[in-house]
């Protein structure tokens, strides 16, 4: 039997307890009257069920836990069963449900004194017959029934103190199965922040890997050509067939070492780790501005937070593809830049005002970096972003990238130490 089965055991016990009285006056009051009416009997048996009701049905919290008014209840109700039984024998269903009450009511070896009251009670009509002393008959019944009584008594006690042990095991153990879940989930998630951290090490050190090699091969070459190639213009005339084509080949390596310097930036996160994430756009910016030499404007609007790293960079290659985009498709005269610090979102737009492009159309996305607007995609639903594109032919175009405003979990826990 488990814990829930001896709690349901013991409450329907209880519920046969509270009930007990009721039903035994209710059963002896009709046959007493019947056979004999008299007023006192009647009032004795209104008397116990009103004691019965005022002391146990009226304060349920009394019964096991308060034992002066249970020891003062126990003695009345035993009084007035005696009392009815002297008067009529059928009131010794009354007097009989004495026995259990006393085990129910009284605690410790109190129960036991109550339940020699008990047999001593129903002794005493047929004592007052007879001899007590000579016919041994009443003096052998209630020695008897208080043995056994006592016995069933006890051995029902020990099954309820086992019950309210296993029950205290079983709550121990839900407790501490309990804690044993909360440790599992708590090392689940510590392994696999580990894990985690330990792939974004790798890709990191990959990526630092790939941006140096870009600099010591893609990017040194290209930059040694464009210097031969500055070198040579001013040794072409320019009325020389080979002037045009010094030229062409001049413009190719620039924008290629341009292109092979972007991807250096963006396989290494490095500027991010120089100051906030405002700070390092307007730097990336400035430096478009330069090369390309463009009016560009950066704006930041709201009050800024430090966001996870994973969103901070993403918000970072989308300004850089951005404005990479302006530079090879829109020729366009003005770029605006703007972050804007929302309470759940951050947000980041770019403006130029360049010839602008069909989105519908395939031709036109493959014209205006349709591979690297479908990777700006990629990264920014990632981290739950959002990516709209809104442009057409002769009014420019107009990119917008929202991240959710989900600061580093250290920050987090400063802030909630702090409140």
Known sequence: MDAHADGSSQSRWDRVWLLSPYLAVAVAA??????????????????????????????????????????????????????????????????????????????????????????????????????????????????????????????????????????????????????????????????????????????????????????????????GILTHLEAADGHVPPEHPARGHVDVARRAARENLAEARRWMLALRPAPLDDGTLAETLAAVVERWRTDNGARATVTATGAPVRLRPDAEETILRATQEALANVARHARAGQVRVTLSFMDDVVALDVLDDGVGFDPDAPSGASEHGGFGLSAMRHRVTRVAGTLTVESAPGRGTALSVTVPALRPEADEADEGERS
Request: net charge neutral; aromatic share 8%.
């Open 30 to 223: 009709p046959s007493a009257a019947l056979r004999e009416p008299a007023p006192l009997t009647l009032a004795l048996s209104a008397l116990v069920v009103g004691w019965h009701w005022w002391m146990v049905t009226a304060h349920p919290g009394w019964p096991e836990r308060r034992a002066v008014p249970m020891t003062l209840y126990f003695t009345v109700l035993l009084g007035l069963a005696g009392a009815l039984y002297v008067r009529d024998s059928v009131y010794f269903v009354l007097l009989a449900a004495c026995y259990p009450t006393a085990f129910v009511t009284l605690p410790g070896r109190l129960a036991y004194v109550g339940v020699v009251a008990t047999s001593a009670a129903l002794a005493v009509p047929s004592a007052l017959g007879a001899d007590w002393w000579a016919l041994p008959g009443p003096l052998a019944s209630a020695c008897g029934s208080t043995v056994l009584v006592c016995a069933v008594g006890g051995a029902l006690r020990a099954v309820e103190a086992e019950a309210r042990r296993r029950r205290l095991a079983y709550d121990e153990l839900a407790a501490a199965h309990a804690r044993m879940s909360e440790l599992a989930r708590t090392n689940a998630g510590l392994q696999d922040e580990l894990l985690e951290r330990a792939r974004e090490s790798g890709v990191l050190t990959e990526r630092t890997r790939m941006a140096r090699e870009l600099h010591d091969t893609l990017a040194q070459g290209l930059a």
